[in-house]
Every structure is written in structure tokens, then in C-alpha cells.
């Protein structure tokens, strides 16, 4: 790991914590960032972004990898991080994901579930469109 690397980091019952050379793309503006903190929760009224609405909807993860991981050697760079509608961030560029039982993953393409119900978080499994998730 390096000092150029972009790191994730989920929060125990709260969002992703992203760190690096970042750049949050949404339809009202681009947004260059060194870190930014990610609803994971689904519940927030400022997405892709944390509200603490975390805290009200009584969100619960205990942040860890799933325990199956496809991870890939990553360079360094920029990442640039979309949320598509309805569904998941999709991250762009290297990224390290740091899991709070100290396990670790990596990979160039990600897509970050942001519904809160992903049976993979912090991947993305598919559950938003079960759930019928708007955001
Ligand atoms: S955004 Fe949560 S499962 Fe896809």
C-alpha cells in the first residue's frame, strides 16, 4: 500500500469511508476529493453521501469482507466513483478495501452496494432491484 493508494474503509453500522485521489460523479456536478464518506445504508437524504441517517434506521454490519473475495494486484491512480440510479456506486480506478477482521481486497472495477441489503457488502449482490430500491 502506498500513499497514492485509495482506500475503503466500512464503518461498523455506518458508511464507507473512502480515502485517496477521488473524484464523486453525480448528474448535478463532479466533485474532486481526497475523502469522502459513503451511505451504505440506503437511507440518507444527501446521496451518495452520509447523512447519519445510519444512526436513525438503526443500520447494522459489522463491516467485514464477505468471505469469498475475487481480488486483483492494483496500481495506483485516480478513482472515480458514479452512483447509478436505483443501484450501487460504481468505483473506477484501483481500490483497497480494508474489512474490520483485518482482511483486505482489492480490484480496478467495484461496485459498491449503497441499498444497505447486500448479502456481500460492500459489494453490490443484486438486492436493490429485489427491494426496489430508489436513490
Ligand atoms: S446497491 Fe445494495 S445490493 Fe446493489
Known amino acids: 500500500m502506498t500513499s497514492d493508494s485509495n482506500i475503503l474503509i466500512s464503518q461498523v453500522n455506518g458508511p464507507n469511508m473512502v480515502t485517496g485521489e477521488l473524484s464523486v460523479v453525480t448528474p448535478a456536478r463532479v466533485r474532486a476529493m481526497r475523502s469522502a464518506m459513503l451511505c451504505r445504508c440506503g437511507h440518507s437524504r444527501d446521496k451518495p453521501f452520509c ?5 436513525r434506521s438503526g443500520f447494522s454490519d459489522p463491516a467485514q469482507l464477505p468471505a469469498k473475495i475475487d481480488s486483483e494486484i492494483v496500481g495506483t491512480g485516480s478513482l472515480t466513483i458514479r452512483p447509478i440510479a436505483n443501484g450501487p456506486n460504481r468505483c473506477e480506478g484501483p481500490l483497497m478495501m480494508l474489512g474490520s477482521d483485518g482482511r483486505t481486497a482489492s480490484s480496478t472495477l467495484t461496485f459498491l452496494c449503497r441499498c ?4 456481500r457488502k460492500p459489494y453490490c449482490d443484486g438486492t436493490h432491484k429485489k427491494i426496489g430500491f430508489r436513490g
Open 51 to 55: 447523512d447519519g441517517a445510519h444512526v
Open 116 to 119: 444497505g441489503e447486500s448479502r
